[in-house]
């Protein structure tokens, strides 16, 4: 168990580790510790590569498809799990459906659907995508959570006066926010790192996300090694950091779907 | 979700000029991707990539995952930080693991190479993403490295929701650790490791990423790393690796109609598979 625990993290600590050292010093010692722990790599990788519009990019592309996948889901979950309507039955395994299927199969016509519509090359692509593709699970998981709250707090809720909306926002919302946590950690983690998206959707330099960005920065500096293990630090670190934070939601969030209860 | 996919469907009927509709094709597409040279070369190769990735994958994290989910049944204390570390690299885009690992394997400065000198097995050292025999079992050991957090962790999850009194029985009754696992822990793990085979099926025929970062979109060396996922890259977008042809839209589509044909047939399979173990309880 140990010797595995040191498998998984050694690797990690080496990219960390040689991120703080020089091209020279990682070739003549490449486990000894940096002579001196200087920051110099992530300074130019700030400033040489485009890495703070990549960020930016990134930050602006999940978070908004988070908010979008959240807000939508909770509200169509509500409705498919408190209202009885002609159509909610059908509703919810349409939404349902969406689960079994890889939406990268689907990325041709996509593909070919953003370039007649101009969103080629635009963030847009990205969140219609994200946000299409994060819908099935979340409603599956929020559906599920507003099953089990008792009817009973929508009546008492009714009868000091709210309206249909309030009932949703102020009573039913707060009441499942361990599930839209998870929700939320679920849809963040696999769209922050993905790659695959941006590497169809995107041409400008300008608007690339960090994974894709990556791939720029490390044709460019190839040679550079403590720039590209830099610059593999910084990509990582901000997940990282929110992961040693909240490991356990972290793991609940990204294992929910596989795990029952 | 189901529009692209229905579209896909219907584009793999058609034939294409670049971007551009041109007729119906009827199964000329899947004519060529089937049996064409090199198409159908490159398919089966992909095919066969693939299979080697999901079983050797399965194989690991059935044997050594399971273990490992079962000794952190016992950690106690440590349980915790342990999981912390094993779910770590799961986090992580695949584009850096990529990275991570192609520096960590780098022939001539590499430190996996350095190590294996170090520890005097420097007749160990090669250019392990180089050599058409070590490429792809390096590159299932680099995705393992990042995946295995995922199946310990959902192992973990279904042996803790294993009732104590079953193994205390059988212990009371007289049964060895060994055989109080083998006849009652397993066959109560065994829709747990269903679902997660399914998974990682889905998973591993969807696998792109990490071979697109560390051997390019045709899986170097000499297509010995490509799978479908690349091979699918290849033909729809173009492949700016092979003098930068236009992306074929009809044959892509019907790579990806094959492609989700295999991924839906086999895990409707399995989850009847699943299924019907949980009856037999």
């Known amino acids: ?261 | 979700m189901v529009y692209p996919l229905l579209s896909s469907l219907g584009y793999s009927f058609i034939e294409w000029d670049g971007y551009i509709r041109r007729g119906f094709a009827g199964f000329d597409n899947f004519r060529k991707v089937l049996f064409e040279r090199p198409y159908s070369e490159r398919l089966v190769g992909a095919l066969k990539h693939n299979v080697f990735f999901f079983v050797v994958t399965f194989l690991i994290q059935t044997t050594f995952g399971l273990f490992i989910a079962v000794m952190l049944t016992k950690g106690g204390r440590l349980l915790r930080l342990f999981q912390t570390v094993y779910f770590a690299p799961y986090t992580l885009s695949q584009v850096v693991v990529g990275f991570l690992w192609l520096l960590l394997l780098n022939p001539t400065w590499g430190q996996i190479n350095k190590f294996l000198t170090l520890i005097g097995l420097e007749n160990l050292t090669r250019p392990w993403l180089g050599d058409m025999m070590t490429a792809l079992p390096t590159i299932v050991l680099v995705n393992a490295w990042r995946w295995l957090g995922f199946p310990i962790t959902v192992y973990l999850a279904g042996l803790q929701g294993i009732p104590v009194e079953l193994e205390e029985a059988a212990l009371v009754d007289g049964a060895t650790p060994w055989q109080v696992f083998r006849h009652v822990t397993l066959p109560l793990l065994v829709p747990t490791i269903g679902m997660v085979t399914i998974l990682t099926f889905i998973y591993d025929f969807n696998a792109f990423e990490l071979i697109f970062i560390m051997q390019g979109s045709s899986g170097s060396p000499f297509y010995s790393t490509d799978v479908l996922g690349t091979f699918f890259y290849r033909t729809a977008f173009g492949d700016a690796t092979t003098g930068g042809e236009v992306g074929q839209v009809g044959l892509g589509s019907a790579i990806a109609v094959l492609m989700f044909l295999v991924i839906c047939v086999v895990s409707v399979f399995g989850v009847w598979l699943v299924r019907r173990q949980e009856v037999e309880m």
């Not at chain 1, 799990?81 to 079994?100: H, I, K, Q, T």
């Not at chain 1, 707060?174 to 995107?202: G, Q």
């Open chain 1, 1 to 261: 168990m140990g010797v595995y625990a040191v498998i998984v993290a050694y690797p990690l600590l080496l990219m960390l580790v040689t991120s703080f050292k020089s091209t020279r010093e990682i070739f003549m010692a490449p486990f000894a510790l940096p002579k001196e722990w200087n920051l110099n790599n992530f300074v130019a990788v700030w400033q040489r590569a485009n890495f703070p519009v990549y960020l930016k990019n990134s930050l602006f592309v999940t978070v908004t498809s988070v908010a979008l996948i959240a807000g939508l889901s909770s509200l169509a979950a509500y409705a498919l799990a408190r209202y009885d309507f002609p159509w909610s039955n059908p509703l919810y395994v349409y939404f349902l459906s969406g689960l079994m299927v890889p939406i990268r199969l689907g990325v041709l016509p996509l593909f070919l659907l953003m370039k007649n519509l101009r969103l080629h090359d635009t963030h847009a692509a990205l969140i219609l995508t994200y946000v299409a593709s994060g819908m099935p699970m979340s409603v599956f998981i929020l559906t599920g959570f507003f099953r089990t709250l008792p009817k009973e707090l929508e009546f008492a809720a009714r009868i000091d006066g709210c309206n249909e909306f309030q009932v949703f926002y102020k009573v039913m919302l707060p009441l499942i926010r361990p599930a839209l946590a998870t929700v939320v950690l679920m849809n963040f983690v696999p769209l922050w790192n993905d790659f695959f998206f941006p590497l169809i959707f995107l041409r400008n330099d300008a608007l690339k996300t960090i994974p894709l960005g990556m791939t720029v920065f490390f044709g460019q500096y190839e040679t550079n090694w403590g720039l590209v293990f830099a610059g593999m630090v910084m990509a990582s670190l901000p997940l990282l950091v929110l992961y040693i934070l909240l490991s356990q939601q972290f793991i609940k969030g990204l294992t929910a779907g596989a795990v029952k209860g």
